[in-house]
Structures are given as C-alpha cells and as structure tokens.
C-alpha cells in the first residue's frame, strides 16, 4: 500500500513539475487526472489486495517511461495510463 501511495505521490510531483501549458492538458486537467488514478488504485487495492504487487509492476512500468518529462500533456498521458493500467 505504501509503495502505491509512493508512486502515485511521484506523478503528482511529474504533473507539477510540467511547465508546459498545452491547450489539452491544464494544471486543473493534471490535477482531476491524478486524483482519478489515486481514487482507481485504492479502489483496485481495496477490492483485491493479491493484486498489489502487479498492480505495482505496471504502475511503475508507466512512471519510468514518463520520468523526466516536463509537460502538462505528458503527465496526463501518463495518468491516463497508470489509470488504464490500475483498471485493466
């Protein structure tokens, strides 16, 4: 559970850390986006927590592929993914 709260905590520094303001992707957008993907993951946790460890492997999968990125499009992508990945 920590572990998850870790990763989700280090997009939220991804999204903040986004200087870029592309018309499609606001800080607002950025902000919605990760709350959404935090509420999937406790919920996906919550409902089957065997599940913890490979939910964890594609969350972090995601986070690497995004790390280093400095634009608000590039977060949400990468939320909409983790979110993807979490609801699978």
């Given at each position: 559970m920590?572990?998850?709260l870790f990763v989700a905590v280090g997009l939220a520094?991804?999204?903040?850390s986004a200087c870029s303001k592309a018309p499609e992707c606001t800080a607002e957008i950025a902000t919605k986006?990760?709350?959404d993907m935090a509420a999937a993951l406790q919920e996906a946790i919550t409902k089957?927590?065997?599940k913890a460890a490979?939910?964890?492997a594609k969350v972090q999968?995601?986070?690497?592929?995004?790390?280093?990125?400095?634009?608000?499009?590039d977060a949400c992508k990468?939320?909409?993914?983790?979110?993807a990945a979490i609801k699978g």
């Open positions: 920590k572990k998850f520094v991804l999204a903040g986006k990760a709350q089957d927590p065997s490979d939910l964890t999968a995601v986070t690497t592929k995004y790390q280093g990125t400095t634009t608000l499009a990468a939320y909409d993914e983790v979110t």
